[in-house]
């Protein structure tokens, strides 16, 4: 059981299932959302449970993804593929578990979009998209 939330606590969360495909994204959107590259992971939805919901806002930042983040604080917490039948997942900030989850990025992906102020120097493998 993996245990998360936003910095104000105002919304929680309950991971029952695995952490699975770890991936760092430098896409546009996701440096803009978080101010760096987003550190994800993907969780089945039928894992999740939230708690203050009433403090969760989503925002459809293209036609294929909402992304979700406290109405009071701010916090960038998750990303949602909006065709449930295809993606039956749902992507949580690794910032945002309130313990060490004891695994590691998979990838870098979208990195032909990576900010110029930061260079990738690890192994792991590198996506154009």
């Given at each position: 059981?993996?245990?998360g939330s936003c910095?104000c606590?105002?919304?929680k969360f309950?991971v029952?299932g695995a ?9 546009n959107?996701c440096?803009?959302?978080?101010g760096h ?10 894992s ?12 459809h930042?293209?036609?294929k993804?909402r992304r979700?983040?406290c109405?009071?604080c ?9 065709d449930k039948e295809k993606?039956?997942?749902i992507?949580?900030a ?5 313990k060490p989850?004891g695994?590691n990025?998979?990838q870098h ?5 990576k ?10 493998p590198q996506?154009?998209?």
């Amino acid at each position: 059981m993996y245990k998360g939330s936003c910095l104000c606590g105002a919304i929680k969360f309950e991971v029952s299932g695995a952490l699975e495909a770890t991936d760092a994204c430098h896409c546009n959107q996701c440096r803009k959302w978080t101010g760096h590259f987003l550190a994800s992971a993907e969780v089945s939805r039928a894992s999740l449970l939230i708690e203050g919901e009433a403090n969760l806002s989503w925002y459809h930042s293209s036609e294929k993804v909402r992304r979700g983040f406290c109405s009071q604080c701010g916090s960038s917490l998750f990303f949602d593929p909006l065709d449930k039948e295809k993606h039956h997942w749902i992507g949580i900030a690794l910032g945002s578990f309130d313990k060490p989850t004891g695994t590691n990025l998979g990838q870098h992906i979208y990195v032909a979009e990576k900010g110029d102020y930061y260079d990738i120097n690890d192994d792991l493998p590198q996506n154009e998209h």
